[in-house]
């Protein structure tokens, strides 16, 4: 069984960076895909950025294109998320999940989810 733990946010200021990690534990494959999602009070859960455990591949929500980057250190079973030029609307609660498959967009994508961490951006 696979558990995560984020970790890493916090209250930060317009135009600040943070960087957010993702502990995971159990077994990890190749074909592991590893997502961010984030979950502001009454909307959705919206897709942020994902990584295979293995590869180069990459992906990003259009919300966060060219300001977010994911990454992974697999010998440390970690994911993280480094978040710069944050915007008051990136506030929300961020989840780290981990599935397989093809499709890394949605949240049917994945089966194994965090309790989330608080991220909180004032202008």
């Known amino acids: 069984q696979v558990q995560l733990v984020e970790s890493g946010g916090g209250l930060v200021q317009a135009g600040d960076s943070l960087r957010l990690s993702c502990a995971a534990s159990?077994?990890?494959?190749?074909?592991?895909?590893m997502g961010w999602f984030r979950q502001a009070p009454g909307k959705e859960r919206e897709f942020v950025a994902a990584?295979?455990?293995?590869?180069?591949?990459?992906y990003y929500g259009n919300s966060v294109k060219g300001r977010f980057t994911i990454s992974r250190d697999n010998a440390k079973n970690t994911v993280y998320l480094e978040m710069n030029s944050l915007k008051p609307e990136d506030t929300a609660v961020y989840y780290c999940?981990?599935?397989?498959?093809?499709?890394?967009?949605?949240?049917?994508?994945?089966?194994?989810w965090g309790q989330g961490t608080q991220v909180t951006v004032s202008s």
């Open positions: 990584i295979r455990w293995s590869g180069t591949n990459t």
């Open positions: 999940a981990a599935g397989g498959g093809i499709v890394v967009f949605t949240t049917t994508a994945y089966r194994y």
């Open positions: 159990g077994r990890m494959f190749s074909n592991t895909i």
